[in-house]
């Protein structure tokens, strides 16, 4: 079928890819189960696995994309698409989510908000780089001309998240696609609806078939696609272990290309100069957002002592207030929706037991209710040194408040991590914020904002963070490779 249709039914999807323009039966006949976050109930049962046979059709459709019409489009025609392709998603976004929060669990009321900002903003962003791919020229004054072509890589794969997925899908397919790579996209198994929905508007955008397919699987399909001989490039995103094997299965297989968008441990740094309520609606929405499942979730505050007090009072009171607004995903008054599944619920509410015996709890600590993975947003004070609850991601909503009292201080505390992916500096000082914005490790750095990441500038982590970087003219590179071209001025 062209079109989604009226497939906003999670069941259409089992036992489906969509391959080379169509959905069709899984080759591979294992299945895995999805789960709806809000109930523990089974969604579905029979999610197909794609195996090797699976990949290779999809492999071999996208060669054939690669190499057909879609060569020949030109960077208007790609934004053209791109163009055409925001504007389906203006109409049927809210489906597409509606559909997706069935098993991510996120609430419908972000879908008008933070997901349509992050997805129509990126479709829009790209279209307007097809054309503006121009490589360099440098004159013949050694006697050669030298021209340097920046080149799509070819088929390129996807690996995505649970959290945002439709996003994501999004962040790696319009700066693909811009720059005339054809992607081949895999769901988390835990969420994959949005994206196999998603997945055949881009040919109703006018994208030849073949050049976006999305296969359905858990980490033995990514783990096919990461050590794929045809496949130039993976664009993860996801836990750092993860990230770990594909740059090992990439490298042991054709050295393809590799980007790595792993996981944060955040810190929010509080001055005595910053403006607190700014501070406070910062830090809590960078809690509370997609249940703490969010990436660059501020989960380390830190504030300083002359102020401790009064930001702790206040922001405990705010996160309190806001575990009223746990609940159905799907009624759009809704806030805060569940944890992903049970698993993240055990993994989650195992993490902040064992934090009771190292830091104090000031908030929540406890699942709410006994259907669905809710848990309470959670805040613990001054925990021990090298306590887990410091050092590990909890990818919930749970966050730890420690005191400092001098900038040196605070930034050997902020930087004494793996992770490096977000951080925030809250002052009204300009040049404390350019010190100390300077100081921080990390691959983005908000000033009197956190948890915050903008289309137009590189995101992306330092350290075990990862690799590479999305968004912004960078995300163009990462899909992208030079040619130099030598031309003798003198044959
Ligand atoms: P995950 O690593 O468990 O899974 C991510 C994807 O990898 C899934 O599609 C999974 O099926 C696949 N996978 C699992 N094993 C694989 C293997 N051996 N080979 C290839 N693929 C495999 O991560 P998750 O739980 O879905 O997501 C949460 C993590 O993602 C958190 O750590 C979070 O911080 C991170 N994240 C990072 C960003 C970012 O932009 N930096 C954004 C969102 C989430």
């Not at 049962?45 to 999809?58: F, L, R, S, T, V």
């Not at 509606?98 to 098993?103: E, M, Y």
């Not at 991590?417 to 009204?428: K, N, Q």
């Amino acid at each position: 079928m062209g079109s989604i249709g009226g497939a906003y039914s999670p069941n259409f999807y089992d036992n489906k890819h969509y391959i080379n323009g169509e959905y069709v039966t899984s080759k591979n006949k294992e299945t895995y189960t999805v789960w709806n976050p809000k109930n523990g109930e089974v969604i579905s049962d029979q999610m197909a696995i794609a195996g090797e046979d699976d990949i290779n059709a999809a492999v071999e459709a996208a060669e054939a994309a690669y190499n057909g019409a879609w060569s020949k489009f030109s960077g208007q025609q790609r934004a053209a698409c791109l163009m055409k392709l925001a504007a389906i998603m203006e109409e049927k976004m809210a489906d597409i989510l509606t559909l997706d929060s069935q098993s991510s669990g996120n609430p419908v009321s972000m879908i008008a908000t933070r997901e349509k900002n992050y997805i129509i903003t990126a479709i829009k962003y790209y279209a307007g780089w097809t054309d503006k791919q121009k490589g360099d020229y440098y004159p013949d004054d050694d006697g050669f001309v030298k021209i340097v072509r920046h080149e799509p890589l070819g088929i390129c794969a996807a690996v995505n998240p649970f959290n945002a997925p439709v996003a994501t899908f999004i962040f790696k397919a319009a700066p693909a696609l811009a720059t005339g790579n054809v992607l081949i996209v895999k769901p988390s198994e835990k969420t994959p609806y949005g994206s196999l929905a998603l997945a055949p508007l881009f040919e109703e955008a006018g994208f030849p078939k073949g050049v976006i397919q999305c296969v359905s699987g858990g980490g033995s399909t990514g783990a096919i696609l990461a050590s794929h001989m045809k496949i130039r490039k993976i664009s993860f995103t996801g836990s750092v272990p993860t990230g770990q094997k594909i740059q090992i299965a990439a490298a042991k297989s054709n050295l393809k290309r590799v980007t790595l968008e792993l996981g944060g441990k955040s810190p929010a740094v509080i001055f005595e100069d910053a403006n607190l309520d700014n501070a406070l609606t910062w830090t809590v929405n960078a809690l509370l957002a997609r249940s703490g499942q969010v990436c660059v979730a501020a989960t380390r505050i830190y504030v300083q002592k002359s102020i401790a007090e009064q930001f702790i009072e206040k922001y405990v009171a705010k996160v309190k207030e806001a575990a009223g607004r746990l609940g159905d995903p799907q009624d759009p008054n809704t806030g805060l929706g569940p944890l992903v599944d049970h698993l993240a619920l055990e993994r989650v509410t195992g993490m902040i037991e064992r934090a009771k015996n190292d830091a104090e709890l000031v908030a929540g600590g406890n699942r709410k209710g006994d259907k669905g993975s809710f848990v309470e947003p959670t805040v613990f004070l001054n925990p021990k040194a090298g306590s887990e609850i410091i050092e590990k991601e909890v990818f919930g909503p749970v966050s730890v408040v420690k005191t400092f009292e001098t900038e040196e201080e605070v930034i050997k505390l902020a930087n004494d991590t793996e992770y490096g992916l977000m951080a925030g500096v809250f002052t009204r000082d300009v040049t404390r914020a350019m010190r100390v914005s300077a100081k921080l490790d990390a691959g983005v750095v908000g000033v009197n904002c956190v948890s915050y990441m903008n289309m137009q500038a590189p995101f992306g982590g330092k350290k075990s963070s990862g690799i590479g970087r999305e968004f912004g003219e960078y995300a163009l590179r990462a899909f992208t490779e030079p040619k130099t071209v030598l031309i003798n001025m003198s044959a």
